[in-house]
């Protein structure tokens, strides 16, 4: 963990209300459901998630609050924590020349494994899949992110760290004035 130079900016907590309000729209515009799945935009919603819940990780472990949680990590790449899966996941999939993306000699660019299919890919004796009825695996090369245990409850303890320490309570959505 480091520790910050200085107290965070105004700059910087506008930033993260306005990811806040963004990943927000994307968790409840139903996208990110078993029905969602298909839509030609998840995983346009998906790269915009990892993006903006890498940026709020990489400010929480800047200002000392790093989300260091282990479970779920894949076993066949080394990995610190969940903060640097969705990294590299991150990385994947906006840098598709950074080479992230292979698995043995087979190039895994958003590969999905939906429910319990532990075994959905076998390579050289080197099993792929989701080990959850209720979780959506997705491979980037060897680094699997799960889309609830890891994205999505990565950013739940991101925001608790972050509102903790800077109390950022999003504000409330612009819309019509009431009478």
């Not at 790093?66 to 610190?80: E, F, K, Q, S």
């Not at 906006?94 to 999905?112: D, I, T």
């Amino acid at each position: 963990m480091t520790q910050p130079a200085e107290p965070m900016s105004w700059f910087t907590k506008t930033e993260l209300r306005t990811s806040f309000l963004r990943i927000e729209e994307i968790r409840k515009s139903g996208i990110l459901s078993d029905a969602g799945l298909t839509n030609p935009l998840f995983k346009s919603a998906v790269i915009e998630l990892l993006i903006y819940i890498n940026d709020l990780m990489q400010k929480a472990d800047a200002h000392g609050q790093r989300i260091a949680v282990t479970d779920h990590l894949p076993d066949n790449v080394a990995l610190r924590d969940v903060t640097e899966l969705i990294a590299k996941c991150r990385d994947a999939a906006c840098h598709v020349s950074a080479g992230l993306e292979f698995f043995e000699r087979n190039k895994f660019s958003f590969a999905l494994a939906v429910g319990k299919v532990p075994e959905a890919v076998v390579i050289d004796g080197k099993a792929m899949g989701c080990d959850f009825d209720d979780d959506v695996a997705i491979f980037f090369g060897a680094y699997r992110l799960y889309l609830r245990r890891n994205l999505l409850d990565g950013y739940t303890l991101a925001v608790r760290a972050l509102q903790s320490m800077f109390d950022l309570q999003t504000p409330p959505r612009s819309g019509p004035a009431a009478p």
